[in-house]
């Protein structure tokens, strides 16, 4: 025999009816189903008692009507023409007894909790009686007269000693084809007063069946194609657990996953009667079997050492403190007999081990009657100073991973709390059981979602690995590398298990956000035409306000403004890549805290293409520091532009005309002078002495300026046509360099900590000799290469190349090979 149970949203149109019939009528016979009232009319009866017991007589009338009309709907589209009379009779004259109960309801304004738990016995009562005249061969039985309860601490408990019997004798005899048995809905042992098992017992009262019956299976319709990975209304990626033991359904039902009513595993398991979750609206697919066999018995072990996360958004945490507690036999007894007379469900406990702390986790409803029941209970200790007061933090969540593969996986508490550390998300309490197959922790509600996310990210319950990419300045550099993301998404997605998300971008005029990651086809329209007006204190409110999971703040700007932001991003656990030398070069304390923050928080702030472009020379510089070299000297062609220039002069292109050349090729700035200045090799050099262990600043470096310093002067235009006043003598000593076979370049060198930039000429024999274009060349003397200095040369300029610099360092903090 088997039981099934169709909930609310199974059972609350015809379209859903339809589908209840068509499985039912399926199925081999005998067969008992217990169903919910239609969806949502529970809710609908509650709302309507209260406000008949408010006295607010339109409202309560008017949803009366709807309640009405909901049944009446059902009736004529699903009862056949033939039961369809009797059936209007039978329901109209139950709503008429609800009718006259809201009436004395709002006669009295008085709703006791045993008129409510009448009232809303009607929503089940209703339904199921249309449904046994909707099914062929089903018979209607009175859940009233079967399930029993008892009161404790208010509470409705089954009486399970009175229930057995009485499923037995009315169910038992299997007299019937279909047995159609209202869920939720009870009576008293005592008294015979309408009672109920809560909400969610229609799955309790088929389990309760099920398992006095010895059935062979439970199967539990819903709306979902059964248990997930985690919450898909938090996570997007999550999917369908094939297979579940009863002990981690137990648990993710426990820490808030509402696909089944958590005292409904407990009949079925102690019988081991599996239970099969499937979707009304979806019947083919496979669902979610929960029994007591592991996935290895099952040969359908994936090898994942968690199988879900869930979570309790409505968490209090209270603690019991004081040195009065340590070594005392039987504090923790009285604790919770204390909050058990109050009626109070805890659902995480978690203790010192000195003894002197103890906390637990409880909803919030609940923290005020626990406090106070605390601080009864121990109102001596209180007053003598042995206990701390209680201690109760709201605006929590608890969050729970959960599998029984977790035993036998070492490491995997390190790399959780490694992975919530990394993103920022405080820890404030956690537990794990010693069977291993579940560890719970409670942090700030405002984490919770970015938590949910991160964990399922990093378990590879996806087997997909999320960067989230916020892209500032889409100039040059920040348009290239939205092209080379276009073009890798869908590879990397593919081969890497790597999926970038571009979740923000700004220009300098307008910043755009979405959550969900943006088409990369059409994310610049979208930034044009719903852009809001950009400026760095909204890009910082709302990238830290976000709170999304392995964030990167990607700078494509030169500004000082957003540099600025750095120290935020990374005090947030906001990745940072740069392009924006600003940072890297400024303020040596500056320098120096950004890199103590990233150390500190676990996160990455990278700045490769500061020196070199797309050229390995920041990480070859930490390689050789970190295996134990040290670097003496550094010699290095560091701008693109003006080895471009220097290239370009001969007795036929003035230095004038090479200038506008680099211009037009797009390797310098919009105003050639930051890069004549040298100001840009400057930084560049104290980026490399800082990174190579010297504390050198901007006016450190001793520099021989190209230009006079009147030519800073005025407009570009302005600029462009003065410059030609130095044609004549770049020429002349050009033209002295190459009868003396030599070449112009503009060189940066650090010796032992002394920096300086300058125009020299260099002979045939000197490795800059021959650097062609705009490439960069780097010479890096070190106490190993020492005699031979390791080189490392390339394209040093160039918005392709940058931005590939660019998109090197986003994909290093994905740590995929």
């Avoid at 005292?263 to 099969?276: A, D, R, S």
């Avoid at 040290?630 to 471009?644: C, D, H, M, W, Y």
Wanted: include cysteine; proline fraction near 3%.
């Amino acid at each position: 025999m088997k039981v099934l149970k169709f909930g609310g949203t199974s059972v609350g149109t015809v379209e859903s009816l339809t589908s209840v019939k068509k499985i039912v009528e399926g199925r081999r016979k005998p067969v008992i189903i217990v169903v919910s009232a239609l969806g949502g009319v529970t809710d609908m009866l509650i709302s309507t008692a209260k406000a008949a017991a408010a006295g607010e007589e339109d409202t309560y009338l008017e949803t009366y009507a709807k309640i009405i009309k909901r049944h009446h709907d059902v009736i004529e589209g699903m009862v056949p023409d033939h039961l369809r009379s009797q059936t209007f009779n039978d329901v109209d004259r139950m709503l008429d007894e609800l009718g006259n109960i809201f009436k004395g309801v709002s006669l009295l304004n008085d709703l006791s909790s045993r008129s409510l738990d009448t009232i809303v016995s009607y929503g089940e009562r209703l339904s199921s009686l249309i449904i046994s005249r909707i099914i062929k061969g089903a018979r209607l039985f009175d859940s009233r007269q079967i399930i029993k309860t008892v009161d404790q601490f208010g509470k409705h408990v089954l009486d399970n000693d009175a229930t057995l019997p009485l499923v037995m004798q009315m169910l038992g005899a299997k007299d019937y084809e279909v047995a159609v048995v209202p869920g939720f809905i009870s009576s008293d042992s005592a008294t015979g007063d309408v009672t109920n098992l809560g909400r969610g017992g229609s799955d309790y009262t088929a389990a309760i069946i099920a398992a006095a019956l010895d059935a062979d299976l439970l199967e539990i319709w819903t709306d979902v194609d059964g248990f997930m990975t985690a919450d898909p209304r938090i996570i997007s990626n999550t999917y369908v657990i094939d297979h579940l033991t009863f002990v981690e359904a137990m648990e993710l039902c426990n820490f808030g996953a509402k696909v089944i009513y958590p005292p409904t595993i407990y009949p079925v398991f102690h019988k081991n009667i599996p239970i099969l979750l499937k979707n009304t609206f979806n019947p083919d697919a496979k669902g979610t079997l929960i029994s007591s066999s592991s996935d290895a018995s099952e040969g359908n072990s994936d090898g994942k050492a968690i199988k879900g996360i869930s979570s309790i958004s409505d968490t209090c945490l209270i603690t019991v403190s004081g040195l009065g507690m340590v070594g005392i036999v039987g504090i923790n007894a009285r604790i919770f007999n204390a909050l058990a007379r109050e009626g109070v469900s805890v659902f995480m406990v978690s203790q010192a081990s000195s003894e002197n702390t103890t906390s637990f986790a409880v909803k919030n409803e609940d923290a005020a009657r626990a406090v106070e029941a605390l601080e009864k209970e121990y109102a001596a200790e209180l007053a003598s100073g042995e206990l701390n007061p209680i201690h109760s933090e709201h605006n929590l969540a608890t969050v729970a991973i959960v599998g029984e593969n977790m035993r036998n996986a070492a490491g995997v508490a390190g790399r959780l709390f490694n992975t919530l550390g990394r993103n920022g998300i405080n820890v404030i309490s956690c537990a794990q059981g010693a069977s291993e197959t579940n560890i719970s922790f409670v942090i700030k509600i405002k984490d919770q979602k970015k938590a949910l996310n991160v964990i399922h990210d990093s378990f590879f319950l996806s087997d997909t690995q999320v960067l989230n990419l916020f892209i500032i300045g889409i100039g040059n550099i920040g348009r290239h590398l939205l092209q080379q993301l276009a073009l890798q998404q869908e590879k990397l997605l593919r081969e890497k298990a790597l999926k970038l998300k571009v979740v923000g971008i700004a220009n300098s005029t307008k910043v755009y956000f979405d959550r969900e990651g943006m088409n990369l086809d059409t994310c610049l329209d979208r930034l044009a035409a719903e852009g809001l007006q950009s400026s760095p204190e909204l890009i910082r409110d709302e990238v830290i306000g976000m709170n999304i999971f392995n964030s990167v703040f990607v700078d494509c700007t030169s500004s000082p403004q957003i540099a600025a932001l750095y120290p935020d991003m990374l005090s947030h656990n906001v990745n940072v890549v740069a392009a924006n030398k600003i940072a890297a070069s400024g303020c040596f304390d500056g320098y120096r805290e950004l890199k103590a923050i990233a150390r500190r928080r676990d996160v990455k702030y990278l700045f490769e293409t500061n020196v070199g472009a797309g050229l390995p020379i920041i990480n070859t510089i930490n390689s050789l520091i970190n295996s134990g070299d040290k670097i003496i000297r550094i010699e290095a062609v560091l701008s693109g532009t003006l080895n471009f220039i220097f290239n370009t002069i001969s007795d036929t292109v003035p230095f004038s005309e090479a200038i506008r050349r680099a211009m037009a090729e797009g390797y310098s700035e919009p105003d050639p002078r930051v890069d004549l200045s040298g100001t840009d090799v400057m930084r560049k050099l104290v980026i490399l002495a800082r990174e190579s262990g010297y504390q050198v600043s901007l006016h450190d470096v001793i520099s021989t300026p190209l230009l006079p310093p009147a030519m800073f002067d005025g407009s570009v235009e302005d600029f462009l046509e003065a410059v030609k006043q130095l044609d004549d003598d770049f020429e002349s000593r050009r033209g002295k360099a190459t009868r003396e076979g030599k070449r112009f370049r503009f060189v940066a060198r650090l010796d032992n900590g002394s920096a300086s930039v300058g125009l020299e000429m260099v002979g045939s024999d000197h490795p800059f000799y021959n650097l062609e274009g705009s490439n960069n060349v780097i010479l890096l003397t070190t106490e190993r290469y020492h005699d031979y200095p390791m080189v490392i040369k390339g394209y040093g300029a160039g918005s392709d190349v940058t931005a590939a610099g660019v998109f090197a360092d986003i994909i290093s903090i994905a740590n995929i090979r």
